[in-house]
């Protein structure tokens, strides 16, 4: 069950590979996300010492939040992997070019998990080409509804 998506990541990279990492909550921004009080639209992942840690993802604190804790709501948070898979993202990310970008957040065993897309960056030209395609599909959709009738 998705709970945010990021559709601007689709706009502006080509995603190659998917990974689903665990995240490392409190227990504030869990019951947040349960909410929908979530946005990842601006957010990127980073390397640092080996480990990945997810950067600009915005949880909002519920108006009932504890009055003992002080929330952050853009909280650098760490990323969970398998030691195998972070190296080969750590790898790639480093000397292919490649870059890491949250593409959702979901629920999976009653966790919540950050599905990340190991993406290269579109140039102008592909973005307007990947434009003109989404507005073809949706004329001849429409042609075909109208036909149809």
């Known amino acids: 069950m998705s709970i945010v998506d990021n559709k601007k990541a689709f706009f502006d990279y080509f995603i190659?590979?998917?990974?689903?990492?665990?995240?490392?909550?409190e227990g504030w921004e869990v019951k947040a996300i349960r909410e929908g009080k979530v946005q990842i639209k601006e957010?990127?992942?980073?390397?640092?010492?080996?480990?990945?840690?997810?950067?600009?993802?915005?949880i909002s604190a519920l108006t009932t939040a504890s009055s003992f804790s002080h929330p952050e709501a853009l909280r650098t948070r760490k990323l969970l992997l398998h030691r195998n898979e972070l190296?080969?993202?750590?790898g790639k990310v480093e000397r292919s070019g490649y870059t890491l970008v949250p593409l959702n957040l979901h629920f999976k065993g009653g966790r919540v998990k950050c599905e990340i897309g190991l993406a290269k960056g579109k140039k102008q030209h592909?973005?307007?080409a990947t434009e003109k395609d989404r507005d073809a599909k949706r004329e001849v959709a429409s042609?075909?509804?109208?036909?149809?009738?």
Do not use: P, S, T
């Open 126 to 128: 592909d973005k307007r």
């Open 143 to 149: 042609a075909m509804k109208q036909h149809r009738r």
């Open 87 to 90: 190296d080969k993202l750590v």
């Open 16 to 25: 190659e590979d998917r990974y689903e990492a665990g995240m490392v909550l």
């Open 43 to 58: 957010a990127y992942v980073v390397v640092r010492n080996g480990e990945l840690f997810l950067f600009g993802a915005h």
